[in-house]
């Protein structure tokens, strides 16, 4: 049985963000940002704005990844119990094909499969509304918008990050972790330029601790 539909319905599509996240999401947010920005604070005692944003976008971004493995889930759930909608129809040449869209079905009428069109027509609406009520008793559509939110909610703090000033080592870390961690989403995270960023932010968090140690020594020296 062919299957002629090559654009799958969009429940075939697992958010590139959600596997890249994955990917990511053990990697070390510099300098534990979550405690440093409360530490981190100049003479009037406000804290790094560039670090603060940044592990404002970290939280809503964690959020996000929680919510599209449940989504994923959901959906894995959705495909063993009720199966993608789709139906059979028969084309006027004889042979049959799976599709899995009203589109593809639209595409595929012809005076000469009027018949076998609208009882495949007739198929894929039950289907769907199998579909439709397992989603609506488990919530799959519901996490899809909250995924949504989310997404809105991070890209608004990236809008904010270029006239965020980072007044600290740590916020311009930050800053070039937020960079790396959503551009590597979107595109091959071995493409140009995610490795050279990667590369300059471990530079740059490498010569931090470097001199960290060095002010401690420094510190310790002047205090004996």
Known sequence: MADSDSSMSSFF?????????????????????????AELTDGSNAADPALRLC???????????????????????????VGFPCAEVRLADGTN??????????????????????RALADFAAHQARWDAADAEIG??????????????ESALLEDLPQTVATSIEGILAKLEVILRDGEH???????????????????????????????????????
């Open 13 to 37: 599509v697992t958010r590139r963000r959600l596997l890249a996240g994955t990917a990511t999401a053990a990697a070390a947010w510099p300098f534990q940002v979550k405690s440093r920005a």
């Open 55 to 81: 592990g404002d976008w970290q939280k809503i971004h964690d959020e996000t990844l929680a919510l599209c493995h449940e989504q994923q889930q959901l959906e894995t759930h959705l495909a063993r119990t």
């Open 97 to 118: 094909v799976t599709l899995h869209s009203i589109e593809s079905l639209n595409d595929a009428y012809s005076p000469e499969n009027e018949v076998e069109w609208g």
């Open 140 to 153: 799959y559509s519901r996490t899809d918008e909250l995924i949504r939110q989310s997404e809105t909610a």
């Open 186 to 224: 979107w595109e091959h995270p071995d493409d140009f330029p995610w490795p050279h960023i990667r590369s300059v932010l471990d530079d740059l968090a490498r010569h931090h601790k470097y001199r960290s140690g060095d002010d401690r020594r420094i510190d310790r020296v002047i205090d004996s």
